[in-house]
T-cell receptor, first 113, second 108 residues
């Protein structure tokens, strides 16, 4: 089982560029989410999804879009990258049953110059 | 995030016991997670509490008081490998919101 796979592991962008961070899980989990983690900080929820076709905003959604066309994939799009979006991004999934833990991907280190 | 408060840093001695506290707003509360995160790695699950009381898992225990909006993680017989950040997270409906984390340093 691959679990939660994030690509790329590292990315450098220039201000104003757009890109998509990929996240895929092979555990048939209904729930998927994206977090960002700034140095020395906890994780902040960007967007989440409770199933295919359903997405919702988290704590810090501005500047990011998501879609959930399949159960497996939950890409995160940066429309026009800004230096404030420099961070480590984690994708996570769970079966969305009460008490089910989040399974995390290994993270994407994004730098915006 | 959303008024989940933890101490920023703690230091403890190898072999000792340390308690990491977490307080949160009680509105919409469904349950509380504790995660461990080593530097440069993804968080890993430690515990989940829904009901009041203490749950023990080996050297780690987690306590919850729903009425007080309070939890703690208790680490016993500390080892150097326990040096990490410990993240408290609250489940409210479909959202899981994390606190800022507590960085724990273990000295020999």
């Amino acid at each position: 089982n691959a679990g939660v796979t994030q690509t790329p592991k590292f990315q450098v962008l220039k201000t104003g560029q757009s890109m998509t961070l990929q996240c895929a899980q092979d555990m048939n989990h209904e729930y998927m989410s994206w977090y960002r983690q700034d140095p020395g900080m906890g994780l902040r929820l960007i967007h989440y999804s409770v199933g295919a076709g359903i997405t919702d905003q988290g704590e810090v959604p501005n500047g990011y879009n998501v879609s959930r066309s399949t159960t497996e994939d939950f890409p995160l799009r940066l429309l026009s990258a800004a230096p404030s979006q420099t961070s480590v991004y984690f994708c996570a999934s769970s079966p969305d049953r009460e008490g089910e833990k989040l399974f995390f991907g290994s993270g994407t280190q994004l730098s915006v110059l | 995030g959303q008024n989940i408060d933890q101490p920023t840093e703690m230091t403890a001695t190898e072999g000792a016991i340390v308690q990491i506290n977490c307080t949160y707003q009680t509105s919409g509360f469904n349950g509380l997670f504790w995660y461990q995160q080593h530097a440069g790695e993804a968080p890993t699950f430690l515990s989940y509490n829904v009901l009041d009381g203490l749950e023990e898992k080996g050297r780690f225990s987690s306590f919850l008081s729903r009425s007080k909006g309070y939890s703690y993680l208790l680490l016993k017989e500390l080892q150097m490998k326990d040096s990490a950040s410990y993240l408290c997270a609250v489940r409210r409906a479909s959202k899981i919101i994390f606190g800022s984390g507590t960085r724990l340093s273990i000295r020999p």
